[in-house]
Protein backbone atom coordinates (compact mmCIF):
# COMPACT_ATOMS: atom_id res chain seq x y z
CA UNK A 1 0.00 0.00 0.00
CA UNK A 2 1.17 3.37 -0.34
CA UNK A 3 3.53 5.04 1.74
CA UNK A 4 3.83 9.14 1.42
CA UNK A 5 6.55 11.18 4.07
CA UNK A 6 6.55 14.92 4.20
CA UNK A 7 10.03 15.93 6.52
CA UNK A 8 13.25 17.64 6.23
CA UNK A 9 16.37 16.83 4.08
CA UNK A 10 19.39 17.93 6.23
CA UNK A 11 22.94 18.74 5.87
CA UNK A 12 24.04 17.74 8.94
CA UNK A 13 27.53 18.02 11.20
CA UNK A 14 27.71 15.39 14.12
CA UNK A 15 29.96 15.40 16.52
CA UNK A 16 29.76 12.23 19.17
CA UNK A 17 33.11 9.87 21.43
CA UNK A 18 33.41 8.34 17.67
CA UNK A 19 34.61 11.33 15.53
CA UNK A 20 33.32 13.87 13.80
CA UNK A 21 30.83 13.59 10.29
CA UNK A 22 30.97 16.90 8.11
CA UNK A 23 28.27 18.16 6.32
CA UNK A 24 26.49 14.50 5.82
CA UNK A 25 23.13 14.21 4.82
CA UNK A 26 20.32 13.71 7.36
CA UNK A 27 16.86 15.04 7.82
CA UNK A 28 13.71 12.79 8.79
CA UNK A 29 12.32 12.54 5.66
CA UNK A 30 15.38 10.94 4.42
CA UNK A 31 16.15 8.69 7.85
CA UNK A 32 12.36 7.50 7.59
CA UNK A 33 12.61 6.55 3.66
CA UNK A 34 16.01 4.77 3.47
CA UNK A 35 13.96 2.93 7.10
CA UNK A 36 10.65 2.32 5.50
CA UNK A 37 12.18 0.98 2.20
CA UNK A 38 13.34 -2.20 3.52
CA UNK A 39 9.10 -2.70 3.34
CA UNK A 40 7.73 -0.61 0.57
CA UNK A 41 7.95 2.01 -1.94
CA UNK A 42 7.97 5.50 0.12
CA UNK A 43 6.82 8.34 -1.93
CA UNK A 44 8.92 11.76 -0.70
CA UNK A 45 7.98 15.06 -0.31
CA UNK A 46 10.84 17.48 0.71
CA UNK A 47 12.62 20.63 -0.14
CA UNK A 48 16.12 21.54 -0.52
CA UNK A 49 17.57 25.02 -1.13
CA UNK A 50 19.49 25.17 -4.40
CA UNK A 51 23.11 24.67 -2.65
CA UNK A 52 22.44 21.39 -1.86
CA UNK A 53 25.23 19.06 -2.66
CA UNK A 54 23.53 15.23 -2.28
CA UNK A 55 22.05 13.82 -5.23
CA UNK A 56 19.10 12.56 -3.70
CA UNK A 57 18.21 10.02 -6.42
CA UNK A 58 22.03 8.97 -5.90
CA UNK A 59 21.10 8.44 -2.31
CA UNK A 60 18.33 5.95 -2.91
CA UNK A 61 19.70 4.72 -6.18
CA UNK A 62 19.41 1.19 -4.56
CA UNK A 63 15.84 1.97 -3.00
CA UNK A 64 12.20 2.27 -4.12
CA UNK A 65 11.50 5.94 -2.94
CA UNK A 66 9.89 8.69 -5.41
CA UNK A 67 11.12 11.40 -5.60
CA UNK A 68 8.54 13.26 -7.44
CA UNK A 69 7.75 15.38 -4.07
CA UNK A 70 11.28 16.51 -3.86
CA UNK A 71 11.22 20.38 -4.53
CA UNK A 72 14.78 22.13 -5.31
CA UNK A 73 14.16 25.72 -4.86
CA UNK A 74 16.37 28.15 -6.63
CA UNK A 75 17.68 30.79 -4.23
CA UNK A 76 17.12 29.06 -0.63
CA UNK A 77 19.25 27.53 1.37
CA UNK A 78 18.93 23.79 2.43
CA UNK A 79 18.45 23.43 6.29
CA UNK A 80 21.53 22.64 8.27
CA UNK A 81 22.16 20.88 11.91
CA UNK A 82 24.91 21.19 13.87
CA UNK A 83 24.88 18.69 16.85
CA UNK A 84 27.29 16.61 19.25
CA UNK A 85 26.29 13.37 21.50
CA UNK A 86 28.60 12.73 24.53
CA UNK A 87 28.88 10.26 27.62
CA UNK A 88 26.03 8.00 27.54
CA UNK A 89 24.60 9.57 24.10
CA UNK A 90 21.21 9.85 24.90
CA UNK A 91 20.42 13.14 23.80
CA UNK A 92 21.54 15.60 21.03
CA UNK A 93 23.43 18.87 21.89
CA UNK A 94 22.20 20.79 19.13
CA UNK A 95 25.08 23.38 18.56
CA UNK A 96 23.94 25.22 15.50
CA UNK A 97 20.98 25.33 13.30
CA UNK A 98 19.84 27.08 10.15
CA UNK A 99 16.20 26.53 9.34
CA UNK A 100 16.38 28.10 6.10
CA UNK A 101 14.23 26.23 3.24
CA UNK A 102 12.56 24.77 6.12
CA UNK A 103 11.39 27.91 7.57
CA UNK A 104 9.51 29.24 4.18
CA UNK A 105 6.38 27.43 2.79
CA UNK A 106 6.51 23.85 2.55
CA UNK A 107 6.52 21.95 -1.08
CA UNK A 108 2.96 20.85 -2.28
CA UNK A 109 2.11 17.48 -2.64
CA UNK A 110 2.09 16.07 -6.37
CA UNK A 111 -1.14 15.01 -7.73
CA UNK A 112 -0.16 11.09 -7.89
CA UNK A 113 0.41 11.38 -4.58
CA UNK A 114 -2.46 12.60 -3.35
CA UNK A 115 -4.23 8.92 -3.14
CA UNK A 116 -1.11 8.00 -0.50
CA UNK A 117 -2.80 5.50 2.28
CA UNK A 118 -0.36 5.66 4.64
CA UNK A 119 1.15 9.06 5.46
CA UNK A 120 4.01 9.93 7.76
CA UNK A 121 4.43 13.50 9.14
CA UNK A 122 7.22 14.03 10.19
CA UNK A 123 8.85 16.84 12.88
CA UNK A 124 7.72 20.60 11.42
CA UNK A 125 5.63 23.05 12.84
CA UNK A 126 1.99 21.66 13.26
CA UNK A 127 0.19 24.50 11.03
CA UNK A 128 1.97 22.83 8.20
CA UNK A 129 2.02 19.45 9.03
CA UNK A 130 -1.94 20.16 8.67
CA UNK A 131 -1.38 21.58 5.71
CA UNK A 132 0.45 18.78 3.80
CA UNK A 133 -2.63 16.30 5.58
CA UNK A 134 -4.88 18.23 3.84
CA UNK A 135 -3.36 17.43 0.28
CA UNK A 136 -4.06 13.69 0.97
CA UNK A 137 -7.97 12.57 -0.43
CA UNK A 138 -8.66 10.02 1.85
CA UNK A 139 -5.32 8.48 3.83
CA UNK A 140 -6.31 5.84 5.76
CA UNK A 141 -3.75 5.34 8.62
CA UNK A 142 -1.49 8.75 9.63
CA UNK A 143 0.89 9.48 11.57
CA UNK A 144 3.12 12.43 12.80
CA UNK A 145 5.79 13.18 15.57
CA UNK A 146 6.20 16.75 17.18
CA UNK A 147 8.97 18.04 19.72
CA UNK A 148 8.53 20.38 22.69
CA UNK A 149 9.06 24.04 20.95
CA UNK A 150 5.69 22.91 19.48
CA UNK A 151 4.23 22.29 22.14
CA UNK A 152 5.59 25.27 23.63
CA UNK A 153 4.77 27.82 21.43
CA UNK A 154 1.88 26.26 19.23
CA UNK A 155 -0.57 24.09 21.20
CA UNK A 156 -3.53 25.13 19.49
CA UNK A 157 -2.13 24.25 15.95
CA UNK A 158 -1.08 20.77 17.23
CA UNK A 159 -4.27 20.09 19.37
CA UNK A 160 -5.99 20.34 16.18
CA UNK A 161 -3.64 18.22 14.44
CA UNK A 162 -4.04 15.86 16.78
CA UNK A 163 -7.78 15.32 16.09
CA UNK A 164 -6.91 14.43 12.24
CA UNK A 165 -4.07 11.61 12.84
CA UNK A 166 -4.42 8.13 13.94
CA UNK A 167 -1.00 7.70 15.69
CA UNK A 168 1.26 10.04 17.52
CA UNK A 169 4.94 9.15 17.80
CA UNK A 170 6.81 10.91 20.63
CA UNK A 171 9.72 11.06 22.78
CA UNK A 172 9.08 10.41 26.52
CA UNK A 173 10.38 13.81 27.41
CA UNK A 174 8.10 15.72 25.06
CA UNK A 175 4.72 12.87 25.86
CA UNK A 176 5.21 14.30 29.68
CA UNK A 177 5.45 17.76 28.32
CA UNK A 178 2.27 17.42 26.26
CA UNK A 179 -0.21 15.58 28.71
CA UNK A 180 1.61 17.82 31.66
CA UNK A 181 2.46 14.40 33.41
CA UNK A 182 5.09 12.65 34.46
CA UNK A 183 4.24 9.22 34.18
CA UNK A 184 3.80 8.05 30.94
CA UNK A 185 1.08 5.55 31.42
CA UNK A 186 -1.08 8.32 32.60
CA UNK A 187 1.02 10.47 29.59
CA UNK A 188 0.05 8.21 27.29
CA UNK A 189 -3.56 8.08 28.28
CA UNK A 190 -3.77 11.56 28.17
CA UNK A 191 -2.63 12.09 25.18
CA UNK A 192 -5.05 9.61 23.84
CA UNK A 193 -7.76 11.42 25.10
CA UNK A 194 -6.56 14.48 22.62
CA UNK A 195 -7.46 12.74 19.68
CA UNK A 196 -5.31 9.78 17.83
CA UNK A 197 -6.27 6.19 18.55
CA UNK A 198 -2.54 5.46 19.05
CA UNK A 199 0.24 6.66 21.23
CA UNK A 200 4.19 5.36 20.91
CA UNK A 201 6.47 7.30 23.36
CA UNK A 202 10.20 6.81 21.84
CA UNK A 203 12.07 6.49 25.14
CA UNK A 204 16.05 5.96 23.24
CA UNK A 205 17.77 3.32 24.85
CA UNK A 206 15.17 1.95 26.82
CA UNK A 207 12.51 1.46 24.03
CA UNK A 208 9.55 2.38 23.60
CA UNK A 209 5.85 1.57 24.64
CA UNK A 210 2.27 1.82 22.78
CA UNK A 211 -1.01 2.42 24.21
CA UNK A 212 -4.11 2.36 21.97
CA UNK A 213 -7.39 3.80 22.34
CA UNK A 214 -9.13 0.34 24.03
CA UNK A 215 -5.99 0.83 26.47
CA UNK A 216 -4.25 -1.71 25.14
CA UNK A 217 -0.48 -1.25 25.57
CA UNK A 218 2.73 -2.78 24.33
CA UNK A 219 5.88 -2.24 25.51
CA UNK A 220 9.23 -3.20 23.92
CA UNK A 221 12.72 -2.70 24.89
CA UNK A 222 15.87 -1.30 22.32
CA UNK A 223 17.91 -3.50 20.65
CA UNK A 224 20.82 -4.41 22.89
CA UNK A 225 23.33 -2.33 20.66
CA UNK A 226 27.24 -2.74 21.47
CA UNK A 227 28.06 -0.21 19.24
CA UNK A 228 26.40 3.19 19.06
CA UNK A 229 28.24 5.59 17.04
CA UNK A 230 25.27 8.30 16.03
CA UNK A 231 21.61 8.22 17.75
CA UNK A 232 21.09 10.93 14.98
CA UNK A 233 17.70 9.79 12.42
CA UNK A 234 17.18 7.03 15.10
CA UNK A 235 13.40 8.71 15.58
CA UNK A 236 12.73 9.01 11.76
CA UNK A 237 14.22 5.30 11.32
CA UNK A 238 11.70 3.83 13.89
CA UNK A 239 8.88 5.85 12.50
CA UNK A 240 10.23 4.45 9.00
CA UNK A 241 10.39 1.16 10.03
CA UNK A 242 7.07 0.87 12.20
CA UNK A 243 5.07 2.52 8.89
CA UNK A 244 6.85 0.94 6.15
CA UNK A 245 5.93 -2.83 7.90
CA UNK A 246 2.16 -1.34 8.31
CA UNK A 247 2.40 0.11 4.53
CA UNK A 248 3.66 -3.23 3.51
CA UNK A 249 0.74 -5.57 5.73
CA UNK A 250 -2.27 -2.76 4.30
CA UNK A 251 -3.52 -3.89 8.17
CA UNK A 252 -3.61 -1.89 11.91
CA UNK A 253 -4.66 -4.18 14.06
CA UNK A 254 -3.32 -4.39 16.76
CA UNK A 255 -0.70 -7.39 16.20
CA UNK A 256 0.44 -5.65 13.31
CA UNK A 257 1.16 -2.38 15.26
CA UNK A 258 3.20 -4.42 17.79
CA UNK A 259 5.35 -6.19 15.06
CA UNK A 260 5.48 -2.63 13.50
CA UNK A 261 7.21 -1.49 16.62
CA UNK A 262 9.33 -4.53 16.60
CA UNK A 263 10.76 -3.69 13.45
CA UNK A 264 10.62 0.33 14.14
CA UNK A 265 12.95 -0.37 17.21
CA UNK A 266 15.28 -3.39 14.55
CA UNK A 267 15.86 -0.65 11.78
CA UNK A 268 17.03 2.16 13.86
CA UNK A 269 19.46 -0.12 16.15
CA UNK A 270 21.31 -0.29 12.73
CA UNK A 271 20.51 3.26 12.07
CA UNK A 272 22.73 4.04 15.19
CA UNK A 273 25.65 2.09 13.94
CA UNK A 274 27.16 4.35 11.70
CA UNK A 275 27.02 7.96 11.06
CA UNK A 276 24.40 9.45 8.87
CA UNK A 277 22.69 6.79 6.47
CA UNK A 278 25.82 4.34 7.06
CA UNK A 279 23.97 2.05 9.23
CA UNK A 280 21.22 1.89 7.10
CA UNK A 281 22.82 1.57 3.29
CA UNK A 282 25.09 -1.19 4.90
CA UNK A 283 22.78 -3.63 5.47
CA UNK A 284 19.50 -5.89 3.51
CA UNK A 285 16.26 -7.02 4.48
CA UNK A 286 17.45 -10.02 5.42
CA UNK A 287 19.27 -8.31 8.22
CA UNK A 288 16.66 -6.62 9.40
CA UNK A 289 14.60 -9.62 9.21
CA UNK A 290 17.48 -11.22 11.39
CA UNK A 291 17.77 -9.00 14.17
CA UNK A 292 13.92 -8.85 14.33
CA UNK A 293 14.24 -12.36 15.33
CA UNK A 294 17.09 -12.03 17.34
CA UNK A 295 14.88 -9.19 19.33
CA UNK A 296 12.14 -11.06 19.84
CA UNK A 297 14.42 -14.15 21.58
CA UNK A 298 16.17 -11.37 23.57
CA UNK A 299 12.84 -10.55 24.99
CA UNK A 300 10.63 -13.65 25.49
CA UNK A 301 10.20 -15.63 28.75
CA UNK B 1 15.41 -24.90 48.18
CA UNK B 2 17.01 -22.49 51.26
CA UNK B 3 17.33 -18.85 50.64
CA UNK B 4 19.49 -17.09 53.18
CA UNK B 5 19.39 -12.63 52.75
CA UNK B 6 22.20 -10.48 54.60
CA UNK B 7 21.03 -6.94 54.25
CA UNK B 8 19.93 -3.97 56.69
CA UNK B 9 16.64 -3.15 58.40
CA UNK B 10 16.42 0.27 58.62
CA UNK B 11 14.12 3.55 59.98
CA UNK B 12 13.05 5.49 56.60
CA UNK B 13 11.42 8.78 56.05
CA UNK B 14 10.61 9.30 52.61
CA UNK B 15 8.87 11.90 50.69
CA UNK B 16 7.37 11.76 47.54
CA UNK B 17 4.94 13.53 45.64
CA UNK B 18 2.25 11.58 47.04
CA UNK B 19 2.99 12.58 50.52
CA UNK B 20 5.99 11.88 53.56
CA UNK B 21 6.05 8.76 55.08
CA UNK B 22 7.50 9.04 58.59
CA UNK B 23 10.02 6.79 60.56
CA UNK B 24 8.65 3.39 58.70
CA UNK B 25 10.22 0.40 58.08
CA UNK B 26 12.42 -0.32 55.35
CA UNK B 27 16.04 -1.71 54.29
CA UNK B 28 17.37 -4.03 51.94
CA UNK B 29 16.71 -7.77 53.72
CA UNK B 30 13.46 -6.44 54.80
CA UNK B 31 11.85 -5.73 51.28
CA UNK B 32 14.16 -8.44 49.77
CA UNK B 33 12.49 -10.88 52.48
CA UNK B 34 9.04 -9.89 51.90
CA UNK B 35 9.77 -10.11 47.76
CA UNK B 36 11.14 -13.51 48.35
CA UNK B 37 8.57 -14.64 50.69
CA UNK B 38 6.16 -15.05 47.82
CA UNK B 39 7.83 -18.18 46.57
CA UNK B 40 9.90 -19.75 49.30
CA UNK B 41 10.89 -19.73 52.93
CA UNK B 42 13.56 -16.89 53.68
CA UNK B 43 16.01 -16.78 56.45
CA UNK B 44 17.53 -13.71 57.23
CA UNK B 45 20.40 -12.10 58.90
CA UNK B 46 20.53 -8.61 59.88
CA UNK B 47 20.74 -6.37 63.02
CA UNK B 48 18.67 -3.19 64.64
CA UNK B 49 19.65 -1.17 68.01
CA UNK B 50 17.55 -1.17 70.57
CA UNK B 51 15.59 1.72 69.45
CA UNK B 52 14.07 -0.15 66.75
CA UNK B 53 10.72 0.50 66.92
CA UNK B 54 9.37 -2.33 64.39
CA UNK B 55 8.85 -5.91 65.87
CA UNK B 56 9.95 -8.03 62.78
CA UNK B 57 8.18 -10.85 63.46
CA UNK B 58 5.21 -9.07 63.40
CA UNK B 59 5.84 -7.29 60.13
CA UNK B 60 6.50 -10.75 58.90
CA UNK B 61 3.45 -12.70 60.31
CA UNK B 62 1.84 -13.68 57.12
CA UNK B 63 5.22 -14.79 55.35
CA UNK B 64 7.62 -17.64 55.87
CA UNK B 65 11.04 -15.65 57.04
CA UNK B 66 12.87 -17.05 59.69
CA UNK B 67 14.73 -14.38 62.19
CA UNK B 68 16.70 -16.73 63.90
CA UNK B 69 19.54 -14.41 62.13
CA UNK B 70 18.34 -11.34 63.75
CA UNK B 71 20.08 -9.26 66.13
CA UNK B 72 19.11 -6.97 68.39
CA UNK B 73 22.00 -5.28 69.30
CA UNK B 74 22.03 -3.30 73.11
CA UNK B 75 23.48 -0.07 73.15
CA UNK B 76 23.61 0.26 69.90
CA UNK B 77 21.10 2.54 67.09
CA UNK B 78 19.35 1.23 64.19
CA UNK B 79 19.98 2.32 60.80
CA UNK B 80 18.47 5.38 59.58
CA UNK B 81 17.73 6.88 55.72
CA UNK B 82 16.30 9.91 55.06
CA UNK B 83 15.43 10.59 51.11
CA UNK B 84 13.04 12.07 48.66
CA UNK B 85 11.92 11.62 45.06
CA UNK B 86 10.84 14.11 42.73
CA UNK B 87 8.92 15.04 39.38
CA UNK B 88 9.94 11.69 37.31
CA UNK B 89 11.16 9.50 40.68
CA UNK B 90 13.74 7.69 39.08
CA UNK B 91 16.38 8.79 41.41
CA UNK B 92 16.31 9.48 45.40
CA UNK B 93 17.91 12.26 46.72
CA UNK B 94 19.57 11.48 50.60
CA UNK B 95 18.41 13.96 52.44
CA UNK B 96 20.24 12.34 55.87
CA UNK B 97 21.90 9.24 56.24
CA UNK B 98 22.75 7.65 59.74
CA UNK B 99 24.30 4.01 59.56
CA UNK B 100 24.80 3.90 63.39
CA UNK B 101 24.74 -0.53 64.09
CA UNK B 102 25.54 -0.72 59.73
CA UNK B 103 29.04 0.71 60.96
CA UNK B 104 29.62 -1.55 63.41
CA UNK B 105 30.34 -5.64 63.16
CA UNK B 106 27.76 -7.17 60.78
CA UNK B 107 25.60 -9.87 62.63
CA UNK B 108 26.58 -13.72 62.30
CA UNK B 109 24.82 -16.26 60.41
CA UNK B 110 23.40 -19.11 62.37
CA UNK B 111 24.62 -22.36 62.63
CA UNK B 112 21.09 -23.47 61.14
CA UNK B 113 21.44 -21.14 58.70
CA UNK B 114 25.21 -22.45 57.27
CA UNK B 115 23.91 -24.78 54.68
CA UNK B 116 21.89 -22.25 52.33
CA UNK B 117 22.25 -22.54 48.74
CA UNK B 118 20.56 -19.77 47.87
CA UNK B 119 22.39 -16.51 48.75
CA UNK B 120 21.71 -12.69 48.24
CA UNK B 121 24.14 -10.30 49.78
CA UNK B 122 22.26 -7.03 49.80
CA UNK B 123 24.36 -3.84 49.13
CA UNK B 124 26.97 -3.03 52.05
CA UNK B 125 30.56 -3.05 51.73
CA UNK B 126 32.25 -5.43 49.82
CA UNK B 127 34.68 -6.66 53.06
CA UNK B 128 31.47 -7.34 55.32
CA UNK B 129 29.69 -9.23 52.43
CA UNK B 130 32.89 -11.51 52.15
CA UNK B 131 32.64 -12.23 55.57
CA UNK B 132 29.00 -13.41 55.26
CA UNK B 133 29.73 -15.44 52.42
CA UNK B 134 32.45 -17.49 54.28
CA UNK B 135 30.38 -18.45 56.77
CA UNK B 136 27.94 -20.59 54.56
CA UNK B 137 29.37 -23.82 53.67
CA UNK B 138 28.36 -24.76 50.26
CA UNK B 139 26.32 -22.22 48.59
CA UNK B 140 25.24 -22.94 45.14
CA UNK B 141 24.17 -19.82 43.54
CA UNK B 142 25.26 -16.24 45.52
CA UNK B 143 24.57 -13.25 43.93
CA UNK B 144 25.19 -9.74 45.51
CA UNK B 145 24.56 -6.08 44.86
CA UNK B 146 26.72 -3.55 45.46
CA UNK B 147 26.46 0.50 44.59
CA UNK B 148 29.03 3.79 43.79
CA UNK B 149 30.58 4.19 47.11
CA UNK B 150 32.40 1.23 47.42
CA UNK B 151 33.25 1.13 43.40
CA UNK B 152 34.71 3.91 44.51
CA UNK B 153 36.50 3.64 47.97
CA UNK B 154 36.78 -0.09 48.18
CA UNK B 155 37.00 -1.37 44.29
CA UNK B 156 40.14 -3.77 45.34
CA UNK B 157 37.48 -5.64 48.06
CA UNK B 158 34.87 -5.52 45.17
CA UNK B 159 36.92 -7.27 42.58
CA UNK B 160 37.72 -10.45 45.47
CA UNK B 161 34.33 -10.41 46.19
CA UNK B 162 33.18 -10.48 42.15
CA UNK B 163 34.87 -13.75 42.12
CA UNK B 164 32.92 -15.42 44.71
CA UNK B 165 29.74 -14.83 43.33
CA UNK B 166 27.31 -15.91 40.54
CA UNK B 167 26.07 -13.20 40.15
CA UNK B 168 25.89 -9.33 40.59
CA UNK B 169 22.45 -7.36 40.52
CA UNK B 170 23.58 -3.63 39.46
CA UNK B 171 22.01 -0.63 39.19
CA UNK B 172 22.91 0.83 35.44
CA UNK B 173 25.17 3.71 36.27
CA UNK B 174 26.97 1.68 38.73
CA UNK B 175 28.04 -0.76 35.91
CA UNK B 176 28.94 2.00 33.90
CA UNK B 177 31.00 3.30 36.89
CA UNK B 178 32.58 -0.03 37.94
CA UNK B 179 33.49 -1.34 33.97
CA UNK B 180 34.36 1.96 32.86
CA UNK B 181 32.57 2.06 29.95
CA UNK B 182 29.22 3.87 29.18
CA UNK B 183 27.53 1.19 26.57
CA UNK B 184 25.75 -1.21 28.88
CA UNK B 185 26.06 -4.60 26.70
CA UNK B 186 29.99 -3.77 26.52
CA UNK B 187 29.83 -2.91 30.19
CA UNK B 188 28.14 -6.16 31.34
CA UNK B 189 30.72 -7.79 29.10
CA UNK B 190 33.47 -6.47 31.06
CA UNK B 191 31.98 -7.31 34.41
CA UNK B 192 31.48 -10.68 33.46
CA UNK B 193 35.50 -11.14 33.07
CA UNK B 194 35.46 -10.05 36.37
CA UNK B 195 34.10 -12.89 37.89
CA UNK B 196 30.45 -13.37 37.96
CA UNK B 197 28.59 -15.99 35.61
CA UNK B 198 25.62 -13.54 35.64
CA UNK B 199 25.40 -9.80 35.04
CA UNK B 200 21.88 -8.26 35.79
CA UNK B 201 21.36 -4.01 35.12
CA UNK B 202 18.84 -2.54 36.36
CA UNK B 203 17.36 0.44 34.72
CA UNK B 204 14.62 1.32 37.22
CA UNK B 205 11.65 2.50 35.05
CA UNK B 206 13.29 0.92 31.73
CA UNK B 207 13.77 -2.24 33.23
CA UNK B 208 16.95 -4.28 33.04
CA UNK B 209 19.24 -6.09 30.99
CA UNK B 210 21.00 -9.76 31.85
CA UNK B 211 24.00 -10.93 30.87
CA UNK B 212 25.47 -14.16 31.02
CA UNK B 213 29.11 -15.39 30.95
CA UNK B 214 28.01 -17.79 27.24
CA UNK B 215 26.62 -14.64 26.07
CA UNK B 216 23.35 -15.01 26.05
CA UNK B 217 21.23 -12.58 27.10
CA UNK B 218 17.71 -11.21 28.01
CA UNK B 219 16.04 -7.72 28.38
CA UNK B 220 12.76 -6.95 29.99
CA UNK B 221 11.04 -3.96 30.38
CA UNK B 222 9.77 -2.72 33.73
CA UNK B 223 5.74 -3.27 34.12
CA UNK B 224 4.24 0.28 33.13
CA UNK B 225 3.01 1.51 36.32
CA UNK B 226 0.50 4.05 36.25
CA UNK B 227 0.72 4.66 40.35
CA UNK B 228 4.36 5.20 41.38
CA UNK B 229 4.28 5.93 45.28
CA UNK B 230 7.66 5.36 47.02
CA UNK B 231 9.96 3.71 44.55
CA UNK B 232 12.34 2.75 47.77
CA UNK B 233 12.65 -0.92 48.36
CA UNK B 234 11.99 -1.21 44.29
CA UNK B 235 15.62 -2.92 43.72
CA UNK B 236 15.82 -4.78 46.77
CA UNK B 237 12.25 -6.38 45.69
CA UNK B 238 13.33 -7.06 42.33
CA UNK B 239 16.52 -9.29 43.73
CA UNK B 240 13.91 -10.89 45.90
CA UNK B 241 11.64 -11.94 43.60
CA UNK B 242 14.52 -12.49 41.53
CA UNK B 243 16.52 -14.97 44.10
CA UNK B 244 12.96 -16.13 45.61
CA UNK B 245 11.82 -17.95 42.27
CA UNK B 246 15.07 -19.46 41.63
CA UNK B 247 15.34 -20.88 45.14
CA UNK B 248 12.00 -22.20 44.60
CA UNK B 249 12.68 -24.02 41.75
CA UNK B 250 16.47 -24.41 42.48
CA UNK B 251 17.48 -24.07 39.48
CA UNK B 252 19.61 -21.49 37.61
CA UNK B 253 19.32 -22.52 33.28
CA UNK B 254 18.78 -19.61 31.55
CA UNK B 255 14.94 -19.66 31.39
CA UNK B 256 15.27 -20.02 34.86
CA UNK B 257 17.48 -17.08 35.18
CA UNK B 258 14.63 -15.24 32.72
CA UNK B 259 11.95 -15.97 34.15
CA UNK B 260 13.39 -15.25 37.65
CA UNK B 261 13.79 -11.77 35.99
CA UNK B 262 10.30 -11.50 35.07
CA UNK B 263 9.03 -12.07 38.64
CA UNK B 264 11.23 -9.61 40.31
CA UNK B 265 10.39 -7.27 37.51
CA UNK B 266 6.88 -7.48 38.59
CA UNK B 267 7.29 -7.82 42.49
CA UNK B 268 9.11 -5.05 42.01
CA UNK B 269 6.16 -2.98 40.42
CA UNK B 270 4.07 -3.75 43.57
CA UNK B 271 6.88 -2.28 45.67
CA UNK B 272 6.20 1.17 44.29
CA UNK B 273 2.82 1.17 44.03
CA UNK B 274 2.90 1.90 47.89
CA UNK B 275 4.81 3.65 50.60
CA UNK B 276 6.99 1.30 52.55
CA UNK B 277 5.92 -1.93 52.40
CA UNK B 278 2.19 -1.55 51.92
CA UNK B 279 2.54 -2.58 47.85
CA UNK B 280 3.90 -5.70 48.84
CA UNK B 281 1.87 -6.53 52.28
CA UNK B 282 -1.44 -6.08 50.66
CA UNK B 283 -1.07 -8.75 47.52
CA UNK B 284 -0.98 -12.46 47.52
CA UNK B 285 0.81 -14.55 45.34
CA UNK B 286 -1.89 -15.26 42.82
CA UNK B 287 -1.49 -11.47 41.84
CA UNK B 288 2.00 -11.59 41.16
CA UNK B 289 1.28 -14.53 38.90
CA UNK B 290 -1.64 -12.53 37.38
CA UNK B 291 0.58 -9.61 36.40
CA UNK B 292 3.28 -12.01 35.39
CA UNK B 293 1.18 -13.07 32.56
CA UNK B 294 -0.05 -9.40 32.02
CA UNK B 295 3.76 -8.30 31.69
CA UNK B 296 4.49 -11.12 29.23
CA UNK B 297 1.13 -10.24 27.07
CA UNK B 298 2.32 -6.60 27.03
CA UNK B 299 5.88 -7.82 25.63
CA UNK B 300 4.95 -10.10 23.45
CA UNK B 301 5.04 -9.58 19.86
Do not use: H
Amino acid sequence: MSLLVTGSIGIDTVTTPYGVSENCIGGSAVYFSMAASFFCGVRFVGVVGSDCPFDLAEVFAARDVDLTGLEVRDSSKTFRWKGSYRDIMSDAVTDDVQLNVLAEAPPSVPAEYKDSKFVFLANTAPALQQQLLKQIKDPSFVAADTMNCWIENELDDLKVLLKEIDALIINAEEARQLAGENNLVKASELILDMGPGVVIVKKGESGSVMCTKDREKFILPAFPASVVKDPTGAGDSFAGGFMGYLAQKDKVDFDSLKTAIAYGTVVASFTIEGFSLKGLTSIKKADVDKRFEALRKLTRF
